[in-house]
C-alpha cells in the first residue's frame, strides 16, 4: 500500500515537472520541445484536458491546424466547458477561413468564461483572419 501510494507520487510530481517544463518551452517560443513534454503528460493521462489543449497550441504554433483542431476537440471531450480552448479553436478556424465556425467558438467562449470579451485579443485575431 505504502509503496503504491510512493508510486502515485513520483507520477504526480513527475508529470507535474512535464506540466512546468512544457510550459516553459511555450514561453520562449520553443513549440516542438514543450509538445514532447506535454505528449509525456499524455502518455500518463490520456484525458488530461490542460494537456491536450497545451498540445493542441503547441500544434497550432507549428502550422498543424488540423491536427491541432483535433487535439482542441478531444480537450473538449474530456472537460467540454473549457472556454480557453473554445477561444483558441475560434482563432483556428478563423485562419482557416471558417467564420461561421469560428464566431460559433467564439460565442461558446465568451458565454462560458465572460471576461474573455475584455481581452482585445480575442476579437483582433478574428480581424486579422479577415
Same mark, same amino acid.
Given at each position: ?24 518551452? %511555450? ?23 490542460? &494537456? ?11 502550422? =498543424?491546424?488540423?491536427?491541432? %483542431? ?12 473549457? &472556454? ?7 482563432? %483556428? ?19 462560458? =468564461? ?17
Amino acid at each position: 500500500m505504502a509503496d503504491q501510494r510512493g508510486r502515485r507520487f513520483v507520477n504526480f510530481v513527475r508529470t507535474k515537472c512535464w506540466l512546468f517544463l512544457g510550459h516553459r518551452k %511555450i514561453k520562449r517560443q520553443q513549440y516542438g520541445e514543450a509538445l514532447q513534454y506535454f505528449e509525456k503528460v499524455l502518455q500518463t493521462e490520456p484525458d488530461s484536458a490542460f &494537456a491536450l489543449a497545451q498540445a493542441a497550441f503547441c500544434l497550432d504554433r507549428l502550422g =498543424k491546424n488540423e491536427e491541432a %483542431i483535433r487535439t482542441y476537440d478531444s480537450a473538449l471531450h474530456a472537460a467540454p466547458n473549457y &472556454a480557453d480552448v473554445h477561444a483558441h479553436l475560434a482563432e %483556428i478556424h478563423a485562419k482557416a477561413q471558417r467564420m461561421q465556425e469560428s464566431y460559433d467558438s467564439l460565442h461558446r467562449a465568451f458565454r462560458m =468564461k465572460p471576461e474573455l470579451q475584455e481581452s482585445p485579443y480575442w476579437l483582433a485575431s478574428l480581424e486579422v483572419s479577415v
